[in-house]
T-cell receptor, first 111, second 114 residues
Framework: LAKTTQPISMDSYEGQEVNITCSHN???????ITWYQQFPSQGPRFIIQGYKTKVTNEVASLFIPADRKSSTLSLPRVSLSDTAVYYC????????????FGSGTQLTVLP | KAGVTQTPRYLIKTRGQQVTLSCSPISGHRSVSWYQQTPGQGLQFLFE???????NKGNFPGRFSGRQFSNSRSEMNVSTLELGDSALYLC?????????????FGPGTRLTVT
């Protein structure tokens, strides 16, 4: 059974880099990790996805170590508006594809 | 480009009733997925549709069903409602149904069962 684990909450200060880790059963080489951001009363918003060691876009980076048992979302220089809940989504391939969200990490950015 | 729309936004039903929720994906998107979000269980996958076919189903009882139409719009139905079905139901669309999950979520339908 696919399972993912995230820290419940994290605090940071404006301008700092924040790293949020998602732990999961080891995933296959081509299994994707996706990260979403959710504000209250809104649906999750796509941040970044990938299956390789490192992916970077204009807002975040995603790191997946060689053992593929975890992934890390890195947010550079956070601001107050980054206060939200962050979810990882792991798509486990196989005979029956399983889509499993992590439990979410409440990130609070302090001034 | 218009985003994912869900109707209705809020719904109150009584135990034993049934409910149908609607989702209109982003134009051009052919894959639609449904999720249930509750404070206790978090985000849980319900099912995924692509080109009118259910591709994948989460671990929910048969009271939960869905379908997708030829224009990619999707509906989900919950029959014989229980108190525990109270939740935010989210619909997400994506271009296609590969292992890449760049999904765009709607605002959700808040269902309250009394």
């Amino acid at each position: 059974l696919a399972k993912t684990t995230q820290p419940i909450s994290m605090d940071s200060y404006e301008g700092q880099e924040v790293n949020i880790t998602c732990s999961h059963n080891n995933i296959a080489t081509n299994d994707y990790i996706t990260w979403y951001q959710q504000f209250p009363s809104q649906g999750p918003r796509f941040i970044i996805q990938g299956y390789k060691t490192k992916v970077t876009n204009e807002v975040a980076s995603l790191f997946i170590p060689a053992d593929r048992k975890s992934s890390t979302l890195s947010l550079p220089r956070v601001s107050l508006s980054d206060t939200a809940v962050y979810y990882c989504l792991v798509v486990f391939s196989g005979s029956a594809r399983q889509l499993t969200f992590g439990s979410g990490t409440q990130l609070t950015v302090l001034p | 480009k218009a985003g994912v729309t869900q109707t209705p936004r809020y719904l109150i039903k009584t135990r034993g009733q049934q409910v149908t929720l609607s989702c209109s994906p982003i134009s051009g998107h052919r894959s639609v997925s449904w999720y249930q979000q509750t404070p206790g269980q978090g985000l849980q996958f319900l099912f995924e549709y692509f080109s009118e076919t259910q591709r994948n189903k989460g671990n929910f009882p048969g009271r939960f069903s869905g379908r997708q139409f030829s224009n990619s719009r999707s509906e989900m139905n919950v029959s014989t409602l229980e108190l525990g079905d109270s939740a935010l139901y989210l619909c997400a669309s994506s271009l296609d149904s590969t292992s890449a999950y760049e999904q765009y979520f709607g605002p959700g339908t808040r269902l309250t069962v009394t």
